[in-house]
């Protein structure tokens, strides 16, 4: 009895779990989440070494074997892992390339898009009136267009097509989600007290937004940016399979796909693989997303 | 109501006219002057470019400029194909029904098994069937599609050999064109393979097309149903001793459709936005497919009029849901 009885003590004495324990207890529950958050660190891992983790360079063509199937496959030759493309290229070492691109596609269009979402969103709460009233009728303008109708419109606007564009046309398509994020988070935020308090201290607009309003808006920026990542990179890889993306021999993913175009009927390998790759990556992002909205929203979990 | 009505109203104006304002600039902002655009490589006389220009009112003010194209837009005026020289309204009306008929296939498809799996989920909750529904859903929505939709002509059409690889009918029948929607036509064609055919053409860009509604419809009639199934008057009609089906089915399941059916509407843009990938892959002469292929060949005043009847479909279809939304739900009237 008495063993128990110190026991519950010890329990009730030991102090509180920190934040963060507590938001990685939450966040451990979810298996998925745990699953993606592995493959974004390996995916990580191989685009930071992609020259030293892929067997040969992304671009060089092999002439002695055109379309070589798979090792595995009957014809396959174990220099080339996943077989070789119409040209002679190594298609893992194209993919493990092409994860540095799409991980780096992702950053931008997400830091792009987060950065002046934020801005416009703070600038909608705190200016009101008929600032809040145009830019929010602006946003609501961009997304009644379907996304990649919208991210077509934008890259036939900036002429030509290629990667840096692709990647601007996406932030541009993603950017009123976050906008209508900060901007309700901030006004809930700039009714409560102790923003009135700071104001009545005498911090100036810019302090008010960025330090005392901007941190308590996070939580929700986060989950967004981690799904926005996904949709990002599948929405480059859209674009880029249109031929309206990143341009041969980049070895981005979605043009991998493009290029599988004529060849896939004899060729499976040409097509699946970057596929996957885009599948695996997006789905990684997804889970991981899910798990810090469940684990950073307690009220959404049910 | 009618004030609600009101409201609304006035919010879509001026989001149409916003809408308006993003294809003005369209033709403005792409590289090239519209009128040398129309004339392309073979170049034109710089007086006679002058004098087109003047005709076409590209010497005005930008802000008359717009004040005209509005007119245009208002009496049904989008402009011509470059390429084809036919007004792109009657290019989009002989299209539009190939991207309608896909589009409902691909929805029906979704709500078929989308919903059934989410209710069947939900009432098993954190059962392995609810697990491996809500893994296959975020499957669902992070498919890259145009890879899904060649891995389905790879497996299905090339491999099996079950389905053909694009097009909406097979060369060997003819249908007169008359709904555009060529299940109907064909019915009431004289042959009758040529149902089969055009049901055989429809069924894999439909699957492609409506798996990221399904996922999405799964996971929202899931949610939707678990919210509903913990409401008091779910546990009254359970002690009231009624059968777990009759609770589920006819309980819980009318209430969980408001926000069910709300969702399966807002899916009217990710459906046409797909479009244009799945009739890309699928070579569905649809709008979608229309509309890269305007870009590709730069005929932009079919890319303007086309994003333009687009975005006020989309803007009309959202406008529907949310007077259906309100007439259904009087909270949210205010």
């Not at chain 1, 009730?12 to 979810?30: D, H, I, K, M, Q």
């Not at chain 1, 119409?86 to 540095?100: M, P, Q, Y």
């Not at chain 2, 989009?92 to 296939?105: D, H, W």
């Not at chain 2, 894999?204 to 919210?227: F, H, K, N």
Request: charged residues 15%.
């Amino acid at each position: 009895m008495a063993t128990i009885d110190s026991d519950a003590t010890a329990r009730a004495v030991r102090p509180p779990p920190g934040r963060l324990a507590a938001f990685w207890r939450s966040f451990a529950e979810n298996r998925g989440a745990i699953v993606g958050l592995a493959i974004m660190i390996v995916l990580i891992v191989v685009a930071v070494g992609a020259d030293y983790v892929a067997p040969h360079s992304p671009i060089e063509q092999f002439r002695t074997s055109f379309l070589a199937p798979p090792a595995w496959v009957e014809g396959g030759n174990s220099d080339f892992l996943l077989g070789t493309d119409d040209l002679g290229r190594d298609i893992l070492s194209r993919l493990i390339h092409g994860a540095r691109l799409s991980l780096m596609i992702g950053a931008m269009v997400v830091t792009l898009s987060l950065a002046v979402g934020t801005l416009l969103g703070l600038s909608a709460a705190f200016a009101g009136g008929i600032i809040d009233i145009t830019l929010m009728r602006l946003m609501d303008v961009l997304l009644v267009f379907p996304s990649l109708v919208l991210a077509v419109v934008i890259v036939a606007i900036l002429g030509h097509p290629s990667l840096m564009n692709a990647m601007f046309a996406v932030s541009i398509v993603t950017l009123p989600h976050y906008t209508r994020l900060v901007r309700a988070a901030a006004l809930s935020e700039l009714a409560r007290d102790y923003v009135t308090a700071t104001r009545c201290a005498g911090a100036g607009t810019l302090r008010l937004m960025l330090i005392t309003v901007l941190p308590n808006c996070v939580a929700p920026l986060i989950v967004q940016a981690t799904l926005g990542f996904s949709s990002a990179i599948l929405d480059e890889a859209a674009l880029s399979f249109l031929g309206l993306g990143a341009q041969p021999p980049t070895p981005e993913w979605g043009t991998m796909l493009a290029g599988a175009l004529q060849y896939y009927q004899r060729a499976w390998w040409m097509l699946t693989f970057p596929g996957l790759a885009i599948l695996i990556t997006v789905l990684a992002f997804n889970l991981f997303g899910d798990g810090l909205r469940d684990a950073l929203d307690p009220k959404l979990k049910r | 109501m009618l004030q609600f009505i009101l409201r609304r109203v006035s919010l879509i104006i001026p989001t149409f006219v916003g809408v308006t304002l993003l294809t003005f600039a369209l033709i403005r902002l792409v590289p090239g002057d519209p009128i040398e655009v129309r004339f392309g490589e073979r170049g034109i006389a710089p007086e006679r470019l002058a004098e087109l220009r003047h005709e076409a009112g590209l010497d005005q003010p930008l802000w008359k400029q717009f004040l005209d194209y509005e007119e245009q837009v208002a009496s049904g005026d989008l402009g011509t194909s470059v390429v084809t020289k036919q007004p792109v309204w009657t290019e989009f009306t002989q299209l539009f029904p190939a991207t309608v008929e896909l589009s409902v296939c691909a929805i029906v498809f979704a709500i078929l098994i989308g919903l059934p799996l989410g209710v069947i989920a939900a009432v098993k909750r954190g059962s392995p069937f609810d697990y491996g529904l809500m893994g296959l859903s975020v499957t669902g929505a992070s498919m890259p599609i145009p890879w899904w939709g060649l891995m389905m002509i790879l497996i299905f059409s090339v491999g099996l050999g079950w389905t053909p690889v694009s097009g909406r009918i097979a060369d060997a029948f003819y249908v007169e064109p008359w709904t555009g929607f060529m299940l109907i036509d064909s019915w009431f064609s004289d042959d009758d393979g040529a149902v089969l055919s055009a049901i055989s053409h429809l069924i894999l860009p439909a699957i492609v097309l409506g798996t990221i509604p399904l996922a999405t419809v799964a996971r929202m009639t899931r949610s939707a149903m678990l919210e509903v199934l913990n409401e008091d008057y779910i546990r009254t009609a359970r002690a009231k001793g009624l059968g777990a089906g009759r609770v589920v089915l006819i309980h819980a399941l009318r209430n969980a459709l408001i926000p069910v059916v709300t969702v399966i509407g807002l899916q009217v843009g990710t459906l046409l936005g797909g479009a244009i990938l799945t009739e890309t892959i699928f070579s569905w002469p649809g709008v979608g497919h229309w509309l890269v292929e305007s870009v590709q060949r730069r005929d932009y005043p079919v890319l303007q009029g086309g994003v333009l009847l687009v975005a006020s479909l989309v803007m009309l279809v959202n406008f529907g849901v949310d007077l259906t939304y309100g007439f259904l739900n009087p909270r949210i009237r205010r």
